[in-house]
């Protein structure tokens, strides 16, 4: 039997703190000591500057208005193909390398698993996001007269995108325990994402639908981050996409479960 002093060190969980943070611990460290934070920072941040700043059809100084409506509407859909890259590993390359057993055994309970992988996950978007507050700044300070933009629009936007940021993550997350493949985890999450973002509202703007129509635009994600980017933070749009997180927890939990079995 493998003494746990010759285990990864990865795989060791602090002795006292064998709990959500330990996991968030792990991902986290697992993430900065390989390419993988790096890679996902400088892919977003640099598709998103060359569509705000370079790109003549995108680009804000051609625009003419100081507002940050470009990078709002393009991130989401960086965002689908982006986050699910980042989870894909979370817990298909553990069940391949075989160590979501000896995760299992460690006195850890599935949702404190299941939510550490996702914190840490959600912590890597936060933190992909965090630099994009220069643009914030950069536009505030081009505005005539400066200062000219709707801030309480940008805070809305910023929510919003927090916000889907984490369904998006949860979603990627279960994806990741459907499969040991990452690959597959990849095109699931992306799928799934897609669904939730673009694929309810389009569906629900063919005609057909009539009075049906409103209620599936609202609960499409893209109706929600709309109606969050508008500047009024709504306490049912917050608790609808809260409640989408948790419900693909869930999912994920039943999937980590069903291996202890």
Do not use: H
């Amino acid at each position: 039997m493998t003494k746990l002093s010759k285990l990864p060190k990865q795989l060791k969980l602090p002795k006292r703190k064998k709990d959500v943070f330990a996991i968030f611990q792990k991902e986290i460290n697992s993430f900065f000591s390989s390419l993988v934070a790096y890679i996902v920072m400088a892919v977003f941040l640099t598709a998103i500057g060359l569509l705000m700043w370079v790109f003549p059809d995108t680009n804000v100084l051609n625009y003419g208005y100081a507002d940050m409506g470009t990078f709002f509407s393009l991130t989401p859909y960086v965002f689908l193909f982006l986050i699910p890259a980042i989870t894909m590993r979370s817990v298909a390359e553990e069940v391949r390398t075989g160590t979501i057993e000896l995760l299992l055994t460690k006195p850890l309970s599935d949702w404190q698993l299941v939510v550490g992988k996702f914190l840490a996950n959600w912590a890597l978007v936060l933190i992909t996001l965090l630099p994009t507050l220069l643009y914030f700044y950069s536009i505030y300070q081009l505005g005539n007269p400066v200062g000219n933009i709707d801030t309480g629009a940008v805070v809305g936007s910023y929510v919003g995108l927090v916000l889907l940021g984490a369904v998006f993550v949860a979603v990627g997350v279960w994806a990741s325990s459907l499969t040991d493949n990452q690959i597959v985890a990849f095109v699931v999450g992306v799928f799934v994402c897609f669904l939730l973002y673009v694929g309810i509202g389009a569906v629900a703007r063919l005609d057909f639908w009539g009075t049906i129509a409103y209620p599936l635009t609202w609960i499409s994600l893209d109706g929600q981050y709309a109606d969050l980017g508008r500047g009024l933070i709504d306490s049912r749009n917050v608790v609808y996409l809260l409640s989408l997180v948790v419900v693909f927890l869930w999912f994920t939990q039943r999937r980590v479960a069903s291996k202890r079995a």
